[in-house]
């Protein structure tokens, strides 16, 4: 059975459960390792952990000794995937997979529009995955939102749309 907590975020982007996420999880699933959740407030669920000797003390989420922009530029680069992925020249496969001159200018404008945002690890990452979910199979729908606007997401296989064919900007995408 899947548990649905349905969490805030701090100023990090990270999950925060309150006490009441953690008991719901607990009697849906007793096996349930807590030390895994980032919780607000943990005083009253450590009490009762105290009183019925359950053993569980869990900890409160702190705040980092960082910015959220520079703990977003350090987790950026800190995808899981294969080495081989993450050297591998995304520019260049997208630039191979144009037929024409129009399809080579729109994947120039859209690279250099990603590099500025510091979005390479993300393609990278996502042409993993796109891979890892074809060869197991894995189906995901044929587009959605803003990002249909992207002709690179569209060679990678991101989705099925076509922004050059449909004159979709890439601005709608990345502002």
Not at 25 to 53: G, H, I, M, R, W
Not at 59 to 65: A, I, K, Q, W
Request: net charge negative; aromatic share 12%; hydrophobic share 40%.
């Amino acid at each position: 059975m899947m548990i649905q907590l349905l969490p805030k975020l701090d100023r990090y982007s990270r999950q925060i459960y309150s006490e009441q996420d953690a008991v719901n999880a607990l009697y849906t699933n007793p096996t349930l390792d807590l030390s895994k959740l980032n919780l607000e407030d943990v005083e009253q669920f450590n009490y009762a952990s105290k009183l019925l000797y359950a053993g569980i003390k869990l900890e409160c989420v702190t705040d980092l000794d960082c910015t959220p922009e520079e703990f977003h530029a350090q987790n950026q680069n800190n995808w899981h995937m294969p080495e081989e992925y993450k050297n591998f020249d995304i520019a260049k496969w997208c630039l191979d997979q144009c037929e024409n001159n129009e399809q080579v200018q729109r994947v120039g404008r859209e690279l250099v529009m990603y590099q500025a945002r510091g979005l390479i690890s993300l393609l990278l990452f996502l042409r993993y995955f796109i891979k890892t979910m074809r060869k197991h199979n894995i189906v995901w729908g044929v587009g959605r939102g803003s990002s249909v606007a992207s002709y690179v997401l569209y060679l990678i296989g991101v989705h099925k749309i076509d922004s050059i064919f449909y004159d979709l900007d890439v601005e709608d995408f990345l502002r």
